[in-house]
């Protein structure tokens, strides 16, 4: 059975940073790209970023570029994502997800962590 937790949200004002984690199990991460993938309230899912299986090759969409950074620890199943000079526009809930590569389409979703940017 595939788990996927994701931790670290919280509330933070704006220009603020805040680091998710998401951890894995039941699943050879090694072998999976994985993603960050946020809803905001009201709007669609949206892609934020994906790192290659081997963490060589990531990948941001235009909003969160030079801001966020997505790397992962394969030794112990962890995804993260530090997120800096946070904006209003960045509050949703961010999920993790894993796929086989980046551009696949989703395998395995965790159940999402809050982030709140206080203006």
């Known amino acids: 059975q595939v788990e996927m937790e994701e931790s670290g949200g919280g509330l933070v004002q704006a220009g603020g940073s805040l680091r998710l984690s998401c951890t894995v199990s039941?699943?050879?991460?090694?072998?999976?790209?994985m993603n960050w993938i946020r809803q905001a309230p009201g709007k669609e899912r949206e892609g934020v970023s994906c790192?290659?299986?081997?963490?060589?090759?990531?990948l941001y969409s235009d909003p969160v570029k030079g801001r966020f950074t997505i790397s992962r620890d394969n030794a112990n199943n962890t995804l993260y994502l530090q997120m800096n000079d946070l904006k209003p526009d960045d509050t949703a809930v961010y999920y993790c997800?894993?796929?086989?590569?980046?551009?696949?389409?989703?395998?395995?979703w965790g159940k999402g962590t809050l982030v709140t940017i206080s203006s």
């Open positions: 997800a894993a796929e086989r590569e980046c551009g696949d389409g989703m395998d395995y």
């Open positions: 039941g699943l050879p991460f090694a072998d999976y790209a």
């Open positions: 790192i290659s299986a081997s963490g060589d090759s990531t």
